[in-house]
């Protein structure tokens, strides 16, 4: 008896997915589609969960209509694997006929979604991925992104660290992969040209499941470390550092992923003092903010992290786009130009506008781990207004240097 | 498989109609579900070789499949090879791949072999994660696509595409079916049912065993330079363990043994995942689940099942049937049993 | 010379859990012969839990008790409803439990959503220790002792009790213990939960090591296969050697050869695996 009903259960799926394809999508009056890529299942899914959520924020208060056209968001889920993003961009667009593409999460994701979006000719928002070539040396014109340059926030953190405080000699530690690199090397570059020095870099794996190995390899003759990771490993290497007795007599600073709030509610003691800077803070006083984040908050019962508030401005963007072109969307260049030309001033980060290389010209706010009503936040300690991915850098001369990796800018001799 | 010749012809001329003539008239979407379908059908078809025919359950399968896509991807990438010779040297990544890895693994039997190529299959996917200057690490290895094979057939379409893969996988499937029916893949099936008894009629079964070895990897890495030029893009994420226990699934899902089996078995987890996820987000909840099921009550997966009901006798096995006679073993080899005096 | 010393006490203590982490496999190896792929997904079972009563009730120990006895029945179900039908089938077997090991990865994410989380040592273990100029946690001397410990347990309980003596007659020879009057279904069951509790038992202790996040039972599974491989499925001794062999070699690895970092683990796997097939100390 079971037996045939496992081979019923499977004929009859493949009936039902054979159906499910062919059948001609319905037809009416035709709303706005926006493909969503994230993962919303796997180890990544709580991040993308809060893309979902911000991004799906914004069409809510707006009742999913803009200039006066229904928007229907598709979301899919990629796992945060490559692989998956293709396949599913290919599924957004060939059969469900998307406008646009918003995501992915993951930068290899990203990279991958790049030549794919390119190819298609599909107007694509990328409200989190941070790899700095998409916007610089490996730029598109259907790519527009919403977020930030993984070098963006550090390269004015290498120049604040020197003028705030008295660390001259600093150790690195982050991801050995892009991220980490790009982080690192922008914080680098501008901390050493400022009189600083890194003296020491240290590259763990992703998912590494110790980072005693290399807290042991920390020298003693330095003032600080820096330290760029994010999610479950962010939260092991702030325990671990704590435990070692590191947090006691070396402060730590580092990139803005290693106390976002996608993780802060889990932290302890251990990460009070670090100062990190990125474009956005759940703690930042403005009134948009404020009013962003108790709408979030109220609505799905936690704080915004910095992958809620880039979807929600990405929506925001989006928005704007389709009200200079009063929603004809259909003429992609033309939206493309429009989405490129839009100006926020009343982000709940702050002003927003792009670039010539369609990546955010933004404020970077310098933020330290605080304790307020027993809650701990990224209090905003300063703020760089109008910082671009280039900071203060010519443009061209910017590209003519090799992206910033394990070896560049190299360590002095 | 052994049929009667009518019907086998029936089911063949069904199927390449189908395959042929389906992306004409249904939606672009299909045409790519299909393209992955055949891509890990190959691979899981080479997989089938090993496990449903000669009785070896490798777990790191993936790392022939990856390490090709990856061959091929540096070629084009940062050798500037041209497409279709970047294949050939993908195909032979792989198989060399195989053949060095095959003298280590082969030595072991049932469980340990299992844990061997699960090992192997880790090293290689810890190799192309750290070699961040050839394989770009995390990242991945962007910028295969297009492929042009250089003779006026643009490849730029799905479609295209689509014909292109189904012409290689065709030619593949049917050269590993004619190795399968051949005298060599009778012996394989021998040494699968019992290999001390094959050893005693004089085969030399590590041979066989290595060389099936190194043809399924061989053939796993063509269905990766495949996937590599439909993708445009490679990751480590194609060759960790959870793409080598998939391929297990698929093998066990679409029948062991039966070949043609493994194909029907990727398409069902390639339409399913694509279907199922639609409407929920518990996919993987319900892949287990399933595979659980088949496993406890339908282990010759469905084109075993199918066999089975249409009364044929089912060839490939997850459970050792009783060992196999020494009569009959041999009258498949063409030895007439009473000849040899034995 | 502090440089070694840390190096050293890191290795034992990242040695100690992976013993923990392990034993459980190889144990239900070496007594079953089943290559147990739900592993991974035992430990993160057993982390979750943890993490749940700790907030709950505030007590580790509870915490513990609560894993062991939620992984040991799960381990039964699963022995005893669904593996025992393949007996000496262990193809038919291991893929069982990597279809279980799907189930059970979604099954957590579904449960306790996709956060990543920390669970704190208990308060007293929080401290950190001063030896000399070396600073150490206090927890990962905790993992140590207790490794050393359930090591000693394990092997007091297979080599001198008459538990033992039972369990080791009826992996031998399943026949003759039955003929000697051994009731051998329930036993098999009975060690197969206990391995599945010790898995879950390791994912308690591992919790505020490693954390507690979707995707930690794949991240474990690799270096439990890593152990057994190097120190042989099946051998007390093997587990023992093995767990302290990779993290010693691993932690020396990354900091001598950062590049290799990964290779570090795989390539003794490798040299030892070409030498001997099962392992340093494994039973064929």
């Known amino acids: 008896m079971t037996r045939r009903l496992a081979v019923l259960a499977v004929a009859g799926a493949v009936l039902v997915t054979g159906v499910g394809i062919t059948a001609p999508a319905a037809s009416q009056a035709r709303p706005i589609r926006i493909g969503f890529i994230v993962p919303t299942t796997g180890v990544f899914a709580a991040n993308g969960r809060d893309m979902v959520n911000g991004f799906t924020l914004f069409w809510e208060q707006r009742n999913f209509t803009v200039a006066g056209r229904r928007v229907e968001i598709i979301v899919e889920d990629d796992v945060g694997a490559p692989a998956n993003t293709l396949t599913k961009a290919r599924k957004l667009v060939e059969q469900d006929r998307v406008d646009m593409l918003v995501g992915p999460l993951t930068a290899n994701s990203g990279l991958a979604l790049r030549d794919f979006v390119h190819e298609a000719k599909v107007p694509t928002l990328f409200p989190i991925v941070s790899a700095d070539d998409i916007t610089q040396r490996r730029r598109t014109p259907y790519i527009v992104r919403v977020g930030w340059t993984s070098s963006q926030p550090n390269q004015p953190f290498g120049e604040w660290i020197t003028k705030n405080t008295s660390y001259r000699r600093v150790a690195t530690i982050g991801y050995d992969f892009a991220f980490g690199h790009e982080n690192v090397g922008g914080f680098q570059r501008t901390f050493e040209e400022s009189g600083g020095r890194i003296v020491q870099k240290l590259w763990p794996p992703i998912g590494a499941p110790d980072y005693g190995p290399y807290l042991a390899q920390l020298r003693r003759d330095i003032d600080a470390v820096y330290a760029i990771f994010s999610g479950a490993d962010a939260l092991r290497f702030l325990s671990q550092y704590q435990e070692f007795g590191l947090k006691a007599r070396l402060p730590l600073i580092g990139g803005g992923t290693l106390t976002d709030e996608h993780i802060l509610p889990q932290m302890g003691n251990e990460a009070l003092d670090i100062v990190t800077p990125l474009h956005y803070s759940a703690a930042l006083s403005t009134s948009e903010n404020r009013a962003f984040a108790s709408a979030y908050a109220k609505k799905y019962t936690r704080s915004p992290s910095y992958y809620s508030e880039n979807s929600y401005t990405g929506a925001r963007f989006v928005y704007e786009a389709l009200v200079a072109l009063r929603g004809a969307v259909e003429n992609r260049e033309a939206f493309l130009a429009a989405l490129r030309r839009v100006e926020i001033s009343d982000a709940p980060r702050g002003p927003v506008t792009l670039d010539a290389f369609a990546n955010p010209v933004q404020n970077i706010y310098i933020r330290k781990v605080e304790r307020r009503g027993g809650l701990l936040q990224n209090t905003v300690v300063f703020t760089y207004r109008g910082v671009s991915q280039f900071w203060k850098y010519d443009p061209e001369e910017f590209l003519k240097q090799p992206v910033y990796s394990r070896d560049f800018p190299p360590m002095k001799p | ?342 | 010379m502090e440089f070694w010393l840390g190096q050293m006490l890191n290795g034992l203590s990242f040695g100690a859990l992976l013993f923990l982490l392990a034993s459980g496999l190889s144990l239900i190896f070496g007594l079953m012969r089943i290559v147990n792929i739900a592993h991974g997904s035992y430990y993160l079972l057993g982390a979750y839990i943890a993490l749940s009563v700790v907030r709950s009730t505030r007590s580790f120990t509870l915490a513990i008790l609560t894993a062991l006895a939620v992984l040991a029945s799960i381990g039964v179900l699963m022995q005893r409803f669904f593996l025992a039908r393949f007996y000496r089938q262990e193809q038919a077997q291991v893929l069982l439990t990597m279809g279980f090991s799907f189930a059970f990865a979604d099954l957590a994410l579904w449960l306790w959503g996709g956060d990543p989380q920390r669970l704190a040592a208990p308060a007293r273990l929080a401290r950190s220790v001063a030896l000399g100029p070396v600073v150490f946690p206090a927890y990962r001397f905790t993992v140590i002792l207790v490794g050393a410990v359930v090591a000693l347990v394990l092997w007091l309980v297979m080599e001198r009790t008459r538990l033992g003596a039972i369990v080791r007659a009826a992996v031998d020879d399943q026949e003759m213990a039955r003929g000697l009057g051994v009731n051998v279904g329930p036993l098999l069951t009975g060690m197969f939960a206990f391995g599945a509790a010790l898995a879950g038992f390791g994912g308690v202790m591992g919790a505020p090591f490693l954390g507690v996040y979707p995707g930690a039972d794949s991240d474990v599974l690799p270096l439990a296969f890593a152990v057994v491989i190097i120190g042989g499925l099946g051998s007390l001794r093997g587990a023992v050697v093995g767990s302290m062999l990779v993290g010693i070699l691993d932690h020396f690895g990354k900091a001598l050869f950062p590049e290799l970092s990964y290779f570090t683990l795989f390539v003794p796997m490798a040299i030892i695996l070409a030498i001997r097939p099962t392992g340093l100390f494994g039973r064929g």
């Not at chain 2, 045409?31 to 496990?51: E, N, Q, W």
């Not at chain 2, 287990?288 to 084109?303: C, D, H, N, W």
Request: aromatic residues 12%; glycine residues 14%; charged residues 10%.
């Open chain 2, 1 to 342: 498989m052994r049929m009667r010749r009518p019907l086998r012809l029936l089911f063949l001329l069904l199927g390449g109609a189908a395959l042929l003539l389906l992306p004409q008239f249904l939606p672009v979407y299909f045409t790519h579900l299909l393209i992955l379908t055949l891509v890990y059908g190959l691979a899981a078809m080479s997989l089938d070789l090993l496990l449903g025919y000669t009785g070896l359950t490798s777990f790191g399968h993936a790392a022939y499949f990856g390490t090709a896509a990856y061959t091929m991807g540096v070629a084009i990438v940062r050798l500037h090879v041209r497409p279709l010779p970047a294949m050939g040297v993908g195909v032979l990544g792989a198989a060399v791949l195989a053949a060095l890895f095959g003298l280590l693994a082969i030595r072991a039997t049932a469980v340990y072999f299992l844990i061997i190529t699960l090992a192997l299959g880790m090293g290689m996917w810890g190799l192309a994660y750290r070699w961040v200057s050839v394989t770009g690490g995390d990242n991945g290895l962007p910028g295969i696509l297009p492929v042009d094979l250089g003779f006026g057939w643009p490849l730029r379409d799905a479609v295209a595409l689509y014909y292109f893969i189904l012409t290689a996988c065709a030619v593949a499937a049917f050269l590993l079916y004619r190795l399968t029916v051949s005298p060599f893949g009778l012996a394989l099936r021998g040494i699968r049912e019992s290999e001390g008894r094959m050893r005693m009629l004089g085969f030399n079964t590590w041979l066989h065993k290595y060389v099936a070895f190194v043809v399924a990897g061989g053939t796993a890495g063509l269905a990766g330079t495949l996937y590599a030029a439909y993708n445009g893009f490679v990751s480590p994420t194609d060759l960790h363990i959870t793409g080598s226990a998939e391929q297990v699934l698929v093998v066990i899902l679409g029948g062991s043994g039966t070949l043609f089996g493994s194909m029907i078995g990727a398409g069902l987890v390639v339409f399913l995942r694509n279907l199922i996820s639609a409407y929920t987000q518990r996919w993987l909840l319900i892949l287990g689940i399933v595979f659980i099921a088949t496993v406890m009550y339908a282990p010759e997966g469905v084109l075993g099942k199918a066999l089975a009901l249409a009364g044929r006798r089912f060839s490939g096995r997850l459970v050792p049937a009783a060992p196999a006679r020494r009569e009959d073993v041999l009258g498949e080899l063409g030895v007439d049993a009473r000849e040899e005096g034995a």
